[in-house]
């Protein structure tokens, strides 16, 4: 149980243009869902925390404007990096986690994206 | 100095062989995940730790709360536990390591 969906699992774009990730719980539903950005050789590095039905909160450094992220229903949350540049190419990956799931969490396959 | 501290960075080891890797933390937590990340990318959790000790197959994962420390262990090694293997803290926010990159050759 408690298994997220992330896709595209890659995807390459061309500079400025805005390309949109999901991630979908497929079993629970996702009270809480967290956004990471992973650069090569180095750990994950928290985006953004959304709750479901209201903004995300994002951690000193990130855009806001950049990534935006829609939590707009317990299954999905949506990541859009709007206006891509080649230094937005990363990993980026989703964890959900649900009421009675204590501090546990689930992650998402993660989605590389290059931007040429 | 990072709140999470993981050793060694990297490890190649022969297939058999027990292996540890070590998590130190600075900060008060709730909880310690061992998570694992393949080549491709995916993580997948591999433990929850509050206290004490989780085992599940070949890997224990043990922690020290007073000593503020976590070992994963993996009993007879195998070439498909070759991955990277992170140390995460829940606080107030999240902390992880730097990750620990895992060889096991055949």
């Known amino acids: 149980g408690a298994v997220v969906s992330q896709h595209p699992s890659w995807v390459i774009c061309k500079s400025g243009t805005s390309v949109k990730i999901e991630c979908r719980s497929l079993?629970?539903?996702?009270?809480?869902m967290f956004w990471y950005r992973q650069f090569p050789k180095q750990s994950l590095m928290l985006m953004a925390t959304?709750?479901?039905?209201?903004?995300?909160?994002?951690e000193q450094g990130v855009e806001k404007d950049k990534f935006l992220i829609n939590h707009a229903s317990l299954t999905l949350s949506t990541l859009t990096v709007t206006s891509a540049h080649p230094e937005d190419s990363s990993f980026y990956i989703c964890?959900?986690?649900?009421?009675?799931?204590?501090?546990?969490?689930?992650f998402g396959s993660g989605t590389r994206l290059t931007v040429v | 100095k990072n709140e999470v501290e993981q050793s060694p960075q990297n490890l190649t080891a022969q297939e058999g062989e027990f292996i540890t890797i070590n998590c130190s933390y600075s900060v008060g937590i709730s909880a310690l995940h061992w998570l694992q990340q393949h080549p491709g990318g995916g993580i997948v959790s591999l433990f929850m730790?509050?206290?004490g000790k989780k085992k599940h197959g070949r890997l224990i994962a043990t922690i020290n709360i007073q000593e503020k420390h976590s070992s994963l262990h993996i009993t007879a090694s195998h070439p498909r536990d070759s991955a990277v293997y992170i140390c995460a803290a829940v606080g107030n926010q999240f902390y992880f390591g730097t990750g620990t990159s895992l060889t096991v050759i055949p």
């Open positions: 079993d629970f539903q996702a009270t809480t």
């Open positions: 959304s709750n479901e039905g209201s903004k995300a909160t994002y």
């Open positions: 730790l509050s206290s």
């Open positions: 964890s959900a986690s649900y009421a009675g799931m204590g501090d546990g969490y689930t």
